[in-house]
């Protein structure tokens, strides 16, 4: 173990961030030829879509504008020199330009990602607490089972399940077209907060686990035992010491969670009938919209990779027992 | 014995009979330590029975079209009632179990077995072997496990074999990361030392020296992976990407009718769902007793 003030950090964050470099560029580099693999092409699909059988001139040509009769590499090299300036280019599919098409979904996504991480959270934490303080009581296993079934229900039937009582019990189906939150906020929550719920359940039950774990462990640690041995109230032996020792796997956990959930809820919005970035995804592949999917690709791995790095440079910051290598 | 903790070892070890009873013994020990973990096994043991005698069990054909009972709610004739088809619920959950179990073992075998030969290797070798392949890791680690899967299956199409590779290649570096790092302690012990100097080929010691003793977190992440590959099933399933009409599978039977008549016909909806949910349970509840026998330190999985 070296030194833990000073250069060492600063060196650690350093390599840290230039690791995230390559990353980037091998995520981008593998969509690049993933979807390029995806049998079909976007022209000749929108083509075919139009009028039947269509002009093979006509599809070089259209191939041409986009570039797609260039060698792959010169491809790649024109689409990273964009991608570097955060020019993403125009949707092969409807012509419009990335940025556009991804900001009508990214609020309804972020908003989405949002109210899960507050249900999770808001569950999540007294639930974790509760059970690594009753350890193997009942109120533990009620948690545990909570938390495992949780993780076993798929958030997709569980929206189901949720439009079925809502329907049978009251009557009532929450709105299916998207509002803005600065337009009418209560129409806006009262179509977001059934995906949230589906979805943050079980998100609640990975930070749940989590949490109970990181509090188990921390538990059991020296400066409890002192903490308890001067006669500290239990109360801030549990909230100074130990929750904020044991928030930081938490805190890992609920970021990485919700750089997933940006992307990542594309069955669920199948079933709320959202409009948000994972349907977006589905129908960029359907279509084999190349700039398109990979735009939303870095997008959604960017933002993983971006969340991982400040989850460990906050670690390296708080912990000073963390090695840097 | 590679399933048990030193403590169950031990309470095996006093039994010194036949190989059978030493397992039936330590399976009690286990059931009566881990009472979650005992539920979850006989659930999975019931599972398998009903996957296996399906056509015995199971009612009716179960993609056998009745118009004449559409939509008929549970009764006597058909128990979990009947779909938009007229197709039994419940033979085709008893025929789904099959397609669930078959992708679900298929992928969580194969990738959690190639997962811990890259992470065995990795480690073994060290140096800039390691430092790429754990490059190549963290690129297929930052891509959501889904938006992968359903990636690979566009390129592949969608048949039962190219579902389980398109649910395989998530699998593989989140099992390589965590094997890696058990590995990277096991490398340093002197009997691999031992193995070196002896002159065996590196082929020889990962597979038979290195491999084996980290049995514990490979069995872990081999019951964590059953039960995320069943719910990616489904959703690939659901989304219409993954199996097709008319095979029965749970993923599916919750895709278009079951969503459209959910008022009228809820038990459509219903039963799959629930067998989605009990299965990866019980996947879950095993998993993580087993993981708590084995390898306390890996609560955080």
Not at chain 2, 259 to 276: H, K, Q, S, T, Y
Request: glycine share 8%; hydrophobic share 55%; with cysteine.
């Amino acid at each position: 173990m070296r030194g833990t003030r000073g250069r060492p950090v600063a060196k650690y964050i350093l390599k840290r961030f230039l690791l995230m470099i390559p990353t980037l560029f091998g995520v981008a580099a593998l969509i690049f030829i993933l979807i390029r693999v995806v049998p079909g092409d976007v022209v000749e699909l929108r083509m075919s879509g139009e009028s039947g059988a269509s002009d093979p001139r006509l599809i070089a040509q259209e191939r041409a504008r986009f570039g797609l009769d260039k060698p792959l590499w010169h491809q790649f090299a024109v689409w990273t020199w964009g991608a570097m300036r955060l020019d993403f280019g125009t949707s092969m599919w409807t012509g419009a330009p990335i940025w556009e098409e991804i900001r009508l979904r990214f609020a309804l996504s972020l908003q989405v990602a949002i109210m899960a991480t507050i249900v999770a959270v808001a569950l999540a934490i007294p639930l974790g607490v509760l059970a690594a303080l009753k350890q193997d009581s009942w109120v533990d296993y009620a948690v545990r089972i909570f938390s495992i079934a949780g993780l076993a229900t798929p958030s997709f039937w569980l929206g189901i399940v949720l439009i079925l009582v809502l329907l049978i019990t009251f009557k009532w189906l929450p709105p299916m077209v998207y509002t803005p939150f600065w337009v009418n906020p209560w129409q806006n929550l009262a179509q977001l907060i059934w995906p949230a719920v589906a979805v943050g359940y079980r998100y609640s039950a990975v930070a749940t686990r989590m949490t109970r774990s990181a509090m188990l462990e921390v538990l059991r640690e020296d400066y409890i035992r002192t903490a308890r041995a001067k006669g500290l109230v239990e109360k801030l032996i549990l909230s100074r010491h130990a929750l904020k020792n044991a928030m930081l796997p938490v805190l890992t956990v609920v970021g990485l969670e919700f750089a997933f959930l940006l992307g990542g809820l594309v069955v669920t919005e199948q079933v709320f009938n959202l409009n948000g970035l994972g349907l977006l995804f589905v129908q960029a592949v359907a279509h084999r919209d190349y700039t398109l999917t990979q735009a939303l690709v870095m997008l959604v791995a960017g933002a993983f990779i971006v969340v991982n790095f400040l989850m460990d440079i906050t670690f390296a910051w708080l912990d000073p027992r963390i090695r840097y290598r | 014995m590679a399933i048990t903790s030193p403590i169950d070892q031990a309470a095996a070890a006093e039994v010194e009979r036949t190989p059978r009873a030493r397992w039936w013994a330590a399976a009690q020990s286990f059931g009566r330590r881990r009472p979650l973990g005992a539920i979850g096994a006989i659930v999975i043991i019931i599972m398998l029975v009903v996957a296996a005698a399906a056509p015995l069990i199971a009612p009716y054909d179960p993609v056998v079209v009745d118009f004449g009972a559409m939509l008929a709610a549970p009764n006597a004739a058909h128990w979990l009632g009947t779909d938009a088809f007229g197709r039994d619920v419940l033979s085709r959950l008893i025929y789904g179990s099959r397609t669930a179990l078959i992708v679900g073992f298929g992928s969580a075998f194969i990738g959690a077995t190639l997962g811990a030969i890259l992470g065995v290797g990795s480690a073994y070798f060290g140096g800039r072997i390691d430092l790429y392949l754990q490059r190549v890791m963290d690129i297929f680690i930052s891509f959501p496990l889904i938006i992968l899967a359903l990636a690979m299956v566009a390129i592949l199409g969608n048949n039962i074999p190219n579902l389980i590779t398109a649910i395989t290649i998530p699998m593989i570096p989140r099992c390589a990361l965590v094997i890696r790092s058990s590995a990277l302690a096991i490398r340093e012990l002197p009997y691999v030392d031992a193995a070196r100097a002896a002159g065996f080929r590196h082929r020889r010691i990962i597979l038979r020296h290195m491999l084996p003793n980290v049995m514990a977190p490979y069995l872990i992440m081999l019951t964590a992976f059953l039960g995320q590959a069943i719910l990616l099933e489904a959703s690939l399933s659901f989304l219409g990407l993954g199996v097709q009409e008319p095979t029965a599978a749970w993923g599916l039977m919750l895709r278009g009718a079951a969503v459209e008549f959910a008022e009228a016909a809820p038990w459509m909806a219903i039963f799959p769902g629930l067998a989605i949910s009990l299965a990866v349970f019980a996947f879950n509840l095993f998993g993580d007793s087993l993981r708590d026998a084995l390898d306390p330190k890996l609560r955080t999985l």
